[in-house]
T-cell receptor
Framework: GAVVSQHPSRVICKSGTSVKIECRSLDFQATTMFWYRQFPKQSLMLMATSNEGSKATYEQGVEKDKFLINHASLTLSTLTVTSAHPEDSSFYIC?????????????????FGPGTRLTVL | KQEVTQIPAALSVPEGENLVLNCSFTDSAIYNLQWFRQDPGKGLTSLLLIQSSQREQTSGRLNASLDKSSGRSTLYIAASQPGDSATYLCAVSPLYNFNKFYFGSGTKLNVKP
């Protein structure tokens, strides 16, 4: 249980275009979803936290107008990288938690998706 | 701000060896600490979660310890196997926001057959 998927797994786009990445909780309702970015040989850096039906909370230094996050339902969050540039090339990983009793094995942890590799040419 | 450090950055050992990975954190006001495994180009798999009130957790060949007062955790892997090769990440959650993770930069482990 507690499976999180991401789509696409890999995307290549031209500079200046926008890219949407989906994060889905397949077998549970996710009350909170998180978006991380991981540059090569570096660790995961939290970009933003989103709760269903409300605006995302962005970490310091993350441009909210560039990285649009929508969490419209309890099973889906999307990250849109607007006007992507080569420096946005990275591995984007989402995770999800649930505070609903019995929904997930542990409410104390995040369940991670497999990640999306974004390459901006 | 919480800072998490992992040493060593990379480790290469022959199959069968026991090994220890280290994680240190600067702020001891944590809710829990978690060890993850990440395979190349993949997401994260949770290995062990230690609550702040606990000293250690065990799962199979893995044992994680936590010394909150000194800001340290270790992950012990017994009888390492080539399939253990991966990057191991530790992450801490602050007491004031247990949903927020601060990750270390990871230890890349290579177990040679």
């Amino acid at each position: 249980g507690a499976v999180v998927s991401q789509h696409p797994s890999r995307v290549i786009c031209k500079s200046g275009t926008s890219v949407k990445i989906e994060c889905r909780s397949l077998d549970f309702q996710a009350t909170t979803m998180f978006w991380y970015r991981q540059f090569p040989k570096q660790s995961l850096m939290l970009m933003a936290t989103s709760n269903e039906g409300s605006k995302a909370t962005y970490e310091q230094g993350v441009e909210k107008d560039k990285f649009l996050i929508n969490h419209a339902s309890l099973t889906l969050s999307t990250l849109t990288v607007t006007s992507a540039h080569p420096e946005d090339s990275s591995f984007y990983i989402c995770s999800a938690t649930s505070e609903i009793a019995g929904a997930v094995p542990s409410t104390d942890t995040q369940y991670f998706g497999p990640g999306t590799r974004l390459t901006v040419l | 701000k919480q800072e998490v450090t992992q040493i060593p950055a990379a480790l290469s050992v022959p199959e069968g060896e026991n090994l220890v990975l280290n994680c240190s954190f600067t702020d001891s006001a944590i809710y829990n600490l978690q060890w993850f495994r990440q395979d190349p180009g993949k997401g994260l798999t949770s290995l062990l979660l230690i609550q702040s009130s606990q000293r250690e957790q065990t799962s199979g060949r893995l044992n994680a310890s936590l010394d909150k007062s000194s800001g340290r955790s270790t992950l012990y892997i017994a009888a390492s196997q080539p399939g253990d090769s991966a990057t191991y990440l530790c992450a801490v959650s602050p007491l004031y926001n247990f949903n927020k993770f601060y990750f270390g930069s990871g230890t890349k482990l290579n177990v040679k057959p």
